[in-house]
Structure formats: structure tokens, C-alpha cells
């Protein structure tokens, strides 16, 4: 059988459609993720109490470039850690583990939003806020399946009656044409209105910061949104005009979430722990904006 890895190194052009980034990015993450894989083992090896030589005992299974691949062919793919186990020729727990301990590194690597790049330096923080101004930012949120609890009441919590199954929502706020990831919320109860997931995390913008967003928003001063058809009439004819530029202008983060989805673990319904689903989800938007060259080498070299 050949290994993903073997495949994409044979096959470049095929590396986006197996594990969601083409092979330069994929090189370019590798070298990365080495480097702050180094570093980590270097902060376990202090904490160590040894009773064998340094470097002793049994090698890695597993290289770096491997352990990178194997990581993003789950969040791609979403295989079972058997079948993942197999195409890397290790054992189930051992593609577990492996999985686990480089989402980690990758979500360290790749922030998940232009806010998250920015959050360590103020003043960074306030020049984004700015020149965000400039722009009217699309805001909308993305529901996803996630695996019913067996405590009752938890079930309750996390039911969404609109979508008949239990669910947890993302909000997505974006620039404009879906060039790149602005702020992003992850994990909130399925059954949370969209305006009110918004109002908890406007704080984050300037009181001036104009956005645009779907039926879900009317009744938001900050939010420009569609005209809705009044109880037995009609729209008039600019209102419906107005309704298709805001629609074409609100494709884009249409089309961004769907990148996001191409992963299949931010599209099926999420098997693994609960705790973890910020993690993984808010590390497939950094590859995502790693794919579309947005995210910041400085930022990445921290």
C-alpha cells in the first residue's frame, strides 16, 4: 500500500485533494512544524528526570514530515485511526497519539484569524482595528453535527430544533470577496441566534465597524442587511435590486466556509472529544488561510 505521504512526494498535484494544502505549502508547514517540534522536545527533555543517556532507549516511529501528513490527511479526509493507522503502518493508538500531538503544533503555527495573528501586540492590534474600518466586513455562522451526549440534560443543551440533531455553531466574520479570515468564534451552542453570537463578540471591533449580513442580523444597527418581504406584500423593485448586491457581495463568505468544509472534519458530524473541537476546528481555518497565502511568516516564526 502506498503511503500518503510517497503519494503526494510522486505526485504533487494531488497533495491539495489529499490532505487540503498543495506540496510547496506542505513543505513550507513541514519546515515549520519541525522547528517548533524541536523546540517542544527540548522543553520536555529539561523537565526529565533521567535514568538513560540522552538520546537512548527506542526511535521515533514516525518523522516529522509524517507525523505533519498524517495529521492533515484526518483533518481532510476524516478517516478512522484503524484505516489512518494502516495507510501509515502503524497501530491504531500509535496514529492516535501521533494525530493529537502535531494538531497541537499546527494549531500553535497557524493562527486562525487576522485578530488571533495580532492579539500578542497591541499595537498591531489597534492598526488592524483601523484599517478594518475602511472595509464593511461580512459576518454569518456555520452549524456542524457533533456527537450526542449520553447525559440527558447535556443533550438539551447542545439539541438545535431547527436543525433536528445536536449541534454546535461557528461565527465566521470576513473581509470582503472572502480574501481572508478576520475574527472567528468557535463552539457555541447550535440553538444560539446568529445575532446574538454576533453581539457577544463585537466588543472586539470599533464602535464605527460596518458589516453586512444576511436575514438572520435584522435588527442589528451595525449589520446592513437584505429587505424583507413585509406579511402579504411586496418588496419594490430598488429593494430588490439592493437585495441582489448585498447577495453578490455576501458570496464570499459563502465561499470561504466552504473551503473550511472541504476539510470533512469541520463538515461531518465531529467524533472526536468535545475538548477538542476548538482546537482541531480553529486549526483547519489556519491551514485555510494558509492556503489562500494569508497567513503571516513573522507571526509563524514566533
Known amino acids: 500500500m502506498t503511503s500518503p505521504l510517497a503519494r503526494i512526494g510522486a505526485h504533487p498535484h494531488e497533495a491539495k485533494r489529499l490532505i487540503g494544502i498543495d506540496y510547496e505549502q506542505f513543505l513550507a508547514l513541514v519546515a515549520l512544524a519541525e522547528q517548533r517540534h524541536l523546540k517542544k522536545q527540548a522543553e520536555i527533555e529539561k523537565k526529565k528526570v533521567r535514568i ?5 532507549g527506542r526511535k521515533p516511529e514516525m518523522s516529522p514530515k509524517e507525523g505533519v501528513c498524517l495529521c492533515l490527511v ?16 502503524i497501530f491504531k493508538t500509535k496514529a492516535n497519539d ?14 486562525a484569524s487576522q485578530m488571533e495573528e495580532v492579539s500578542k501586540f497591541s499595537q498591531y492590534y489597534e492598526q488592524l482595528r483601523q484599517m478594518l474600518g ?9 452549524k456542524q453535527a457533533i456527537e450526542r451526549t449520553k447525559d440527558y440534560q447535556e443533550q438539551k443543551r447542545y439539541y438545535s430544533g431547527k436543525k433536528k440533531m445536536h449541534t454546535l455553531k461557528n461565527q465566521f466574520i470576513v473581509l470582503p470577496k ?37 436575514k438572520a442580523y435584522i435588527g442589528e444597527a451595525a449589520i446592513t442587511t437584505s429587505h424583507k418581504k413585509p406579511k402579504k406584500a411586496e418588496i419594490i423593485e430598488s429593494q430588490k435590486e439592493n437585495n441582489k448586491q448585498l447577495s453578490s457581495t455576501r458570496i464570499g463568505i459563502e465561499h470561504l466556509i466552504g473551503r473550511v468544509k472541504i476539510f470533512r ?9 468535545r475538548h477538542r473541537y476548538s482546537q482541531v476546528i480553529m486549526t483547519v481555518c489556519g491551514l485555510v488561510r494558509l492556503r489562500l497565502n494569508r497567513s503571516v511568516l513573522l507571526a509563524l516564526n514566533n
Not at 183 to 192: A, E, F, N, P, S
Open 52 to 56: 538513560i543517556a540522552p538520546r537512548g
Open 74 to 89: 484526518y483533518l481532510r479526509q476524516k478517516p478512522i485511526f484503524e484505516i489512518l493507522g494502516l495507510l501509515f503502518d
Open 98 to 111: 501521533s494525530f493529537n500531538y502535531w494538531v497541537d503544533i499546527l494549531r500553535d503555527i497557524l493562527p
Open 134 to 142: 475602511e472595509y464593511e466586513l461580512i459576518v454569518d455562522s456555520a
Open 178 to 214: 472572502g480574501a481572508d479570515i478576520v475574527d472567528i468564534y468557535i463552539g457555541r451552542l447550535g440553538k444560539t441566534s446568529d445575532i446574538t453570537l454576533f453581539r457577544e463578540t463585537h466588543y472586539k471591533f470599533d464602535s464605527k465597524q460596518k458589516f453586512i449580513g444576511d
Open 265 to 273: 472534519v469541520a463538515s461531518d458530524r465531529f467524533r472526536l472529544a
